[in-house]
T-cell receptor
Framework: QKEVEQDPGPLSVPEGAIVSLNCTYS??????FMWYRQYSRKGPELLMY????GNKEDGRFTAQVDKSSKYISLFIRDSQPSDSATYLC??????????FGAGTRLFVKA | NAGVTQTPKFQVLKTGQSMTLQCAQD?????MSWYRQDPGMGLRLIHY???????DQGEVPNGYNVSRSTTEDFPLRLLSAAPSQTSVYFC?????????????FGPGTRLTVT
């Protein structure tokens, strides 16, 4: 079993839709959970991260962690064509190491 | 601030050739890492460094060498290129103050080995 699993998509939604992106992970000891956005042919950029359980909101983006079910989510409200990218979930495992999901490709149609 | 820079952007090698991928950062970050990204595999850690003179292996280190003589630079060397090393390579840096959680990535090097 992989330490973090992410559906690769692609996910296609109309402009203005609410998008839900999800990952599951295997080790209940993990504490830091991140979401990166990667545009085509660019490097990943950190969107936001959360520590332990709960929600964190930044503008149209909300990250949610449910440690009881080992499930992490990223919600995008009022999605825009500029949100079209690959979204990578990531977990800091300690010892200066981070593991990444395979990424979900999102297309937002105008 | 240029952030994290990588050169070259693209490279084609023949099997058995060697080369060095360059990475530099101007944020005075202690931690630097090299990842490779393959379709369906996500980012996989090759080598990392927690400071000048200190390096360690990641998940997929075979066929690669690193060194870190300065805080700013972290080159990745391919010793004898193989087609299995065809990938996109990303360098990343992070600050020790944040325990290395927030990583800043370079633009990547696309490598093809024929």
């Amino acid at each position: 079993q992989k330490e973090v699993e992410q559906d690769p998509g692609p996910l296609s939604v109309p402009e203005g839709a609410i998008v839900s992106l999800n990952c599951t992970y295997s080790n209940s000891a993990f504490q830091y959970f991140m979401w990166y956005r990667q545009y085509s042919r660019k490097g990943p950029e950190l969107l936001m991260y959360t520590y332990s359980s709960g929600n964190k909101e930044d503008g149209r983006f909300t990250a949610q962690v449910d440690k009881s079910s080992k499930y992490i989510s990223l919600f995008i409200r009022d999605s825009q064509p500029s949100d079209s990218a690959t979204y990578l979930c990531a977990i800091y495992t300690g010892g200066f190491k981070t593991i990444f999901g395979a990424g979900t490709r999102l297309f937002v149609k105008a | 601030n240029a952030g994290v820079t990588q050169t070259p952007k693209f490279q084609v090698l023949k099997t058995g050739q060697s080369m060095t991928l360059q990475c530099a950062q101007d944020m005075n970050h202690e931690y630097m890492s090299w990842y490779r990204q393959d379709p369906g595999m996500g980012l996989r850690l090759i080598h990392y460094s927690v400071g000048a003179g200190i390096t360690d292996q990641g998940e997929v280190p075979n066929g690669y060498n690193v060194s870190r003589s300065t805080t700013e630079d972290f080159p990745l060397r391919l010793l004898s290129a193989a087609p299995s090393q065809t990938s996109v390579y990303f360098c990343a840096s992070s600050s020790a103050r944040g325990e290395g959680v927030e990583q800043y990535f370079g633009p990547g090097t696309r490598l093809t080995v024929t």
